[in-house]
């Protein structure tokens, strides 16, 4: 085992359980991280943030939910015409790292 620091300065999570038909990724979460990685393409975010689809973050009633690090920032019932908001807090935290 190799112990590391991050390459990323921004790492976005987007919950995409599918456990239960309250869960995120029955809730839109599936769309919300395909359109947030098309996003960070087009803006080319890209070796600096990453955005990865997550598993379970617990809180299922509130999703779809994205958690941010390193500021541990989190985002909860994200749906594609609401996204712009986590846009803009990535912008202005990518611009301040």
């Known amino acids: 085992m ?3 620091q991050t390459p990323y300065e921004i790492h976005v999570f987007v919950c995409n359980n599918m456990k239960t038909s ?9 769309h919300v991280v395909e359109k947030l990685k098309a996003i960070a393409r087009e803006r080319g975010w ?7 689809r997550s ?3 617990g809180q ?10 390193p500021t541990e920032t ?3 019932g994200v749906q ?3 996204l712009g908001e986590v846009v803009d807090y990535i912008e202005n935290l990518r ?3």
Not at 46 to 52: E, L, Y
């Open 2 to 4: 190799k112990e590391q």
């Open 22 to 30: 309250t869960s995120c990724g029955h809730r839109g979460g599936q």
């Open 46 to 52: 890209k070796p600096a943030i990453r955005v990865s």
């Open 55 to 57: 598993g379970c973050l």
């Open 60 to 69: 299922c009633a509130a999703g779809p939910n994205i958690m941010i690090y």
């Open 74 to 76: 989190w985002f909860s």
């Open 80 to 82: 594609l015409d609401t």
């Open 95 to 97: 611009t301040r790292t």
